[in-house]
């Protein structure tokens, strides 16, 4: 089972999440409750949960600071906003939040991000126990094989294409929004429809993908392969590697040798 843990300063809304979800039926079990970031971070640490279902604007701690301070922890998340922290919502993608929902809450739309956290969670378990012989290793592959194909949805093919050519650079929804004339809520829902993966997911394992032949290569440091990759930021990028290979850049260059 899944372990989910709740962090929502509404109990009326904490509740009837807890209490409407048909968690069972997801492979999942909420295995902690918290009223703000601070005790949200508290029940991260201890009990290692696989998706965290959080509110953003909340007393003591909000959300995205609670998701930053923990980080190196690896969890899917769903983030619950209001419609004025929507453009707030968007720069959650910076900490590889798994989705966002817009409050009053559609329960639908609630089971749907859970689905994709629970794949997401899936994904990532599949990757970890793949043999680690160092053979092995440098043959593994983070983009599904249907990923790998023409897509036949001609927007999906336009982001897939748009991702190869400029992976290097920063992407978020917005840029394919413009780029595309679609919402970026709705570029998402498409490719999730066809590809069963949110676009940033795809983006980060199509990074981490690169990622692997530069390690393989040894022709560059790991800060260097982070900005080859489109990721900056040092610390993030072997944040968002060990969550998909379960160990640092550093340990797989050793593993493969």
Same mark, same amino acid.
């Given at each position: 089972?899944?372990?989910?843990?709740?962090?929502?300063?509404?109990?009326?809304?904490?509740?009837g999440?807890?209490h409407?979800?048909?968690?069972?039926?997801?492979?999942?079990?909420?295995?902690?409750?918290?009223?703000?970031?601070?005790?949200?971070?508290?029940?991260?640490?201890?009990?290692?949960?696989?998706?965290v279902?959080?509110?953003?604007?909340?007393?003591?701690?909000?959300?995205?600071?609670?998701?930053?301070?923990?980080k190196?922890?690896?969890?899917?998340?769903?983030?619950?906003?209001?419609?004025?922290?929507?453009?707030?919502?968007?720069e959650?993608?910076?900490?590889?939040?798994?989705d966002?929902?817009?409050?009053?809450?559609n329960?639908?739309?609630?089971?749907?991000?859970?689905?994709?956290?629970? %794949?997401?969670?899936?994904? $990532? +378990?599949? =990757?970890?126990?793949?043999?680690?012989?160092? #053979?092995? &290793?440098?043959?593994?592959?983070?983009?599904?094989?249907?990923?790998?194909?023409?897509?036949e949805?001609?927007?999906?093919?336009?982001?897939?294409?748009?991702?190869?050519?400029?992976?290097?650079?920063?992407?978020?929804l917005?840029?394919?929004?413009?780029?595309?004339?679609?919402?970026?809520?709705?570029?998402?829902?498409?490719?999730?429809?066809? %590809?069963?993966?949110?676009? $940033? +997911?795809? =983006?980060?394992?199509?990074?981490?993908?690169? #990622?692997? &032949?530069?390690?393989?290569?040894?022709?560059?440091?790991?800060?260097?392969?982070?900005?080859?990759?489109?990721?900056?930021?040092?610390?993030?990028?072997?944040?968002?590697f060990?969550?998909?290979?379960?160990?640092?850049?550093?340990?797989?260059?050793?593993?493969?040798r």
């Amino acid at each position: 089972m899944y372990k989910v843990v709740l962090v929502e300063d509404e109990d009326i809304l904490r509740k009837g999440i807890k209490h409407s979800v048909p968690w069972e039926q997801y492979l999942c079990v909420v295995v902690g409750e918290a009223r703000n970031g601070v005790e949200g971070k508290e029940l991260i640490l201890s009990l290692s949960p696989d998706i965290v279902i959080t509110d953003i604007n909340m007393p003591v701690m909000d959300g995205l600071q609670m998701i930053a301070e923990t980080k190196d922890r690896s969890y899917a998340t769903i983030i619950l906003t209001g419609y004025s922290e929507f453009e707030y919502a968007k720069e959650a993608i910076k900490y590889d939040v798994s989705d966002y929902l817009l409050k009053p809450l559609n329960m639908k739309e609630m089971a749907e991000a859970l689905e994709r956290a629970v %794949l997401e969670c899936r994904n $990532i +378990e599949i =990757l970890r126990n793949q043999n680690q012989s160092a #053979a092995e &290793l440098k043959n593994i592959s983070l983009i599904d094989h249907k990923e790998n194909k023409e897509d036949e949805d001609p927007v999906v093919r336009q982001i897939l294409g748009y991702i190869a050519k400029n992976y290097t650079q920063k992407i978020t929804l917005s840029d394919l929004s413009e780029k595309l004339f679609f919402s970026d809520r709705y570029i998402n829902q498409r490719f999730q429809k066809s %590809l069963n993966t949110t676009v $940033i +997911e795809y =983006l980060n394992r199509y990074r981490m993908q690169q #990622a692997l &032949l530069l390690l393989q290569q040894d022709k560059l440091s790991i800060s260097e392969i982070a900005r080859e990759c489109g990721i900056g930021d040092y610390k993030y990028f072997n944040h968002v590697f060990k969550k998909y290979m379960g160990c640092s850049p550093m340990e797989y260059k050793r593993k493969i040798r």
